[in-house]
């Protein structure tokens, strides 16, 4: 049930300025691009200057030249701090004449708010902050703190959040609420992600004269087929996870030759063959066991013939994480669902990784994935979010975070 008092802060949400935040911060196009690297940085700007008018306590770190965090504070009390978390920078347009609306417009049709990055992941960050503002300027007192991260680079190796961490921002937080593209479902678990590079060397040579060489593609491709029966034998030993589906080991980038050993001819046969693995992990996989077996099929392949050689480097590595549903940030964030809805919180996992996987596996903070946005839409053309569902995020973020910090 809400209560006047929660009612009372609920009532200083203004949608009309939720909806013109989204646009705004949508039409700043903060994709990463090197060549043109201010996007990332004006957007970080925008998220600042709203945290400032809002009085909050406010830090702007620079983790790499023109990629900052925003970090904002409110409060400063002896209680609980509860974190709302996303990220600024966005995927790439891709070809802006296959969109309906140009990507940047923020243009609103049909309760839509349609652009890349109003889905994933602007709204959902726009929602945390005006659900801060609320409570802010209702005065009503808490017992705990509201901490804002605005990161970097969640789209590529995730330096912002793992900066956030490094610095010692993650010390204070007590639990987390990822406000990633999930239909304001309650997503208590995630994937986690191993990321391999593997080159297999064998002798360059001549197409015509393919004997005086040895050709780096065939133990490729037979490594690629034991690597599919692995997958399988992964499957059969780790189940099907409700929440999450089952784990996975997909090839997505096959070079051949890789850049390093130069250009790809008709008539040269490769003397190098690369492969990028993405393996999605659930809970009870170990990573360290699986880049072992990886390695063992490798190592197996290339024994025929000494002439072939090998390098196996691990990327990155993401833990899966897990959440218990009865957590104090789970349950307050249900409750709120339930009171504004009607209905019974939606619980679901997240298929790939997120900001959360850091907060969670490096400092153990509770996190649950929830914001609005549909599932299916991030990285799509013509991108775009409900506007009943940013209403509805906004005021669950309000309810979530007066009951987990003054409970």
């Not at 700043?28 to 004006?42: F, K, M, N, Q, T």
């Not at 480097?313 to 249900?334: D, S, W």
């Not at 549909?374 to 013509?382: A, C, E, G, M, S």
């Amino acid at each position: 049930m809400i209560t006047p008092l929660e009612q009372q802060v609920l009532s200083y949400i203004d949608d009309n300025e939720l909806i013109r935040w989204v646009q705004e911060l949508t039409r700043i196009p903060s994709v990463w691009r090197p060549e043109v690297p201010l996007g990332e940085e004006a957007a970080a700007r925008w998220v600042e200057a709203r945290c400032r008018e809002m009085g909050l306590e406010t830090h702007f770190q620079v983790v790499q030249p023109e990629r900052p965090n925003v970090i904002a504070i409110y409060g400063r009390n002896p209680g609980p701090t509860l974190m709302f978390e996303g990220h600024t920078d966005v995927v790439t347009e891709g070809n802006d004449q296959l969109w309906t609306y140009p990507p940047f417009s923020a243009t609103i049709r049909d309760g839509r708010i349609y652009g890349r990055g109003a889905n994933d992941m602007k709204a959902g960050l726009v929602c945390a902050l005006i659900a801060t503002k609320a409570i802010v300027q209702s005065g009503v007192p808490l017992k705990g703190n509201i901490l804002i991260g605005a990161v970097c680079d969640e789209e590529g190796r995730m330096l912002g959040i793992k900066h956030f961490v490094e610095k010692g921002w993650a010390d204070r937080v007590d639990a987390a609420i990822i406000c990633e593209p999930e239909e304001n479902h309650l997503c208590i678990t995630q994937k986690g992600v191993m990321w391999i590079r593997i080159n297999i060397t064998g002798v360059m040579a001549h197409g015509a004269m393919p004997l005086t060489g040895i050709n780096s593609a065939y133990p490729m491709a037979h490594f690629l087929t034991q690597l599919q029966a692995l997958e399988a034998r992964e499957i059969a030993t780790h189940g099907y996870n409700p929440l999450l589906g089952q784990p996975s080991i997909t090839p997505t980038i096959l070079l051949s030759p890789p850049h390093a050993h130069g250009e790809p001819q008709s008539n040269v046969m490769p003397g190098a063959t690369e492969v990028t693995l993405d393996c999605r992990l659930i809970p009870g996989q170990d990573p360290e066991k699986l880049r072992l077996k990886i390695e063992q099929l490798l190592q197996s392949v290339i024994s025929t013939d000494q002439r072939l050689g090998y390098t196996l480097e691990v990327i990155e590595v993401r833990h899966p994480t897990a959440t218990e549903q009865a957590q104090p940030v789970v349950t307050t964030l249900g409750s709120a669902y339930t009171d504004l809805t009607g209905k019974a919180p939606i619980y679901g996992g997240v298929p790939g990784s997120t900001d959360g996987t850091i907060l969670n596996a490096r400092k153990g903070i509770p996190i649950v994935t929830c914001g609005p946005g549909d599932i299916h839409i991030p990285h799509h053309i013509d991108e775009w979010v409900s506007i009943e569902e940013i209403t509805l995020a906004a005021r669950m973020y309000v309810l979530a975070a007066l009951r987990y910090l003054n409970a």
